[in-house]
């Protein structure tokens, strides 16, 4: 979600204190906007939750907007959880045999929602591949643009490329309410052994709600020659009018078939941070097992400029800001960062990917460590599904480097579904099945009947626990092979 933000000599400095206190003002409307593309070999749906009653009660009005990637807008609809507490949208575009633009989310209410972005995922399907993304873009309200509570210039970094001679890359960003004017953009590509390309490209005006959609392959011809197999990492300098700049990244076949996405993250060597300068000095990530054999960790460079240590196992790396580090981990492992020449920022974006051992693209979930900064967390919901050609797990890992743990640890874990306004519920201990949470408790464990009460649809999982210190993912599954991790609400 999109934190507090200062402007401090035209840095913009976010504000993880802020984040997590919330304090985003009065919040009346919520809202998250998402590329969309349908067409024959690829569907998108958005999934979500009435968490806004089940957390505070909140009755809200829901209005979807369908626009084309010029912003024209092609469809509008009033959506309601009347027949469940789960939504799953897919607009109704028969007359466009072929439609690529966006799908905003609005989200209203006569009291305040605290967050003004709303949880929402999007899944995207192709005849062999399943992938999901949390909300990561979304317009700005008025009085946001008012009181200069914004983020318009784009420093959006954590972009992984793939480029092969049968894989491209690609971003997506998207325009606010108003029109932006013609600019010249930058992208710059850190490759193998830390290589920096950089190319200026001129962007038209932008029109209001239009999305944009960039190759890096368009401006780098010889990219795969280049990476010869390796990742590279991405950044961008770009500006939208009263939209907030995160991008949608990701990496697709060129037939069409396969096709994986995340979330890019801030460049903090361009925008900054504020400072652990409390308490522990350390920072962590904890890695789940996810059953998966072949996964690494991706320390994305564009970093808080500095030096810095990641310890795990009995290894020990130090880095800089700006080289990529990609870290092999196999089973449950735990990272412990330190910054050596100054205070540790609280953001130090990473990620998790799990390779595909059918050759699929893999996945990739955007993270981040943690400190002692954040508060504990005793609510989780998560996308999840149960159908003839999907199956997921739910995923939770502990974190006792910041947490206090209990002796025994409580989860009351719900099922909700699209098509009733009911749940069914189990309860167990977690220490008791600690490594099955780690490599993923299938659905259908929890839930043997989940199948049938998701009517072979998407639903969510809710897990509670009073302990706080936990952290839950979901992986979806599909027929072929092809799987998609990101992390809980």
């Known amino acids: 979600m999109q934190p507090d933000i200062l402007e401090k000599n035209d840095k913009i400095i976010i504000s993880q204190r802020d984040n997590f206190n919330q304090k985003f003002g009065l ?68 007359l466009h045999s072929f439609f690529e633009g966006s799908i905003e989310i609005e989200v209203f209410s006569t009291k305040n929602l605290n967050i003004p972005y709303a949880a929402i995922m999007a899944i995207y399907e192709t005849k062999q591949s399943i992938s999901m993304v949390h909300s990561y873009s979304r317009t700005y309200s008025p009085y946001e643009i008012e009181e200069g509570q914004t983020i318009t210039k784009g420093e959006e970094s954590c972009w992984t490329l793939r480029d092969t001679a049968t894989v491209r890359s690609f971003c997506v960003f998207h325009n606010g309410g108003k029109a932006k004017d013609n600019q010249t953009i930058t992208l710059r590509i850190t490759g193998p052994n830390n290589e920096i390309r950089q190319t200026l490209i001129e962007l038209p005006s932008l029109l209001p709600y239009s999305t944009v959609k960039l190759y890096p392959s368009d401006y780098f011809p010889d990219l795969s020659h280049w990476l010869v197999g390796q990742v590279a990492n991405a950044n961008i300098s770009f500006a939208v009018s009263d939209a907030f700049t995160r991008l949608l990244v990701g990496n697709e076949s060129l037939d069409g078939l396969d096709y994986q996405i995340t979330h890019s ?22 890695v789940p097992d996810c059953d998966v054999d072949d996964k690494y960790v991706i320390i994305y460079p564009d970093s808080d400029p500095g030096s810095y240590e990641v310890s ?168 072929n092979g092809s799987y998609t991790l990101e992390h809980g609400f």
């Open 27 to 94: 919040v009346l409307r919520s809202s998250a906007i998402f590329y969309c593309k349908s067409a024959p070999d690829i569907s998108t749906t958005l999934s979500f939750m009435n968490y806004w009653k089940l957390k505070r009660g909140i009755e809200v009005a829901i209005v979807a907007s369908t626009r084309d990637m010029a912003g024209t807008l092609i469809k509008r609809e009033e959506l309601s959880f009347e027949n469940g507490e789960v939504i799953n949208y897919s607009p109704d575009l028969q």
């Open 312 to 479: 795990y196992l009995n290894n020990q790396k130090d880095f800089q800001t700006g080289e990529q580090v990609l870290i092999p981990v196999k089973g449950e492992q735990s990272l412990t960062f330190k910054k050596k020449n100054g205070v540790l920022p609280t953001r130090l974006v990473t990620g998790l990917v799990c390779e595909n051992d059918t050759g699929l693209l893999p996945a990739e979930c955007s993270l981040g460590v943690m400190t002692c900064l954040r508060p504990p967390k005793k609510l989780w919901w998560c996308l999840c599904v149960s159908s003839f050609s999907h199956h997921s797990k739910l995923i939770i890992v502990d974190n006792p480097q910041i947490y206090k743990s209990t002796e025994s640890t409580t989860l009351n874990i719900r099922l909700y579904s699209s098509d009733k306004n009911t749940f069914i519920e189990t309860t167990i201990l977690y220490e008791e099945h600690a490594e099955n949470f780690s490599k993923g408790m299938n659905i259908r464990t929890l839930f043997p009947n989940a199948q049938e009460f998701l009517n072979n649809t998407y639903g969510y999982f809710t897990v509670y626990s009073e302990y706080g210190g936990l952290y839950c993912f979901t992986m979806i599954s599909n027929l």
């Open 265 to 286: 993250n801030f460049n903090y060597s361009n925008h900054g941070t504020d400072k652990v300068d409390i308490d522990d000095i350390h920072a962590y990530m904890n």
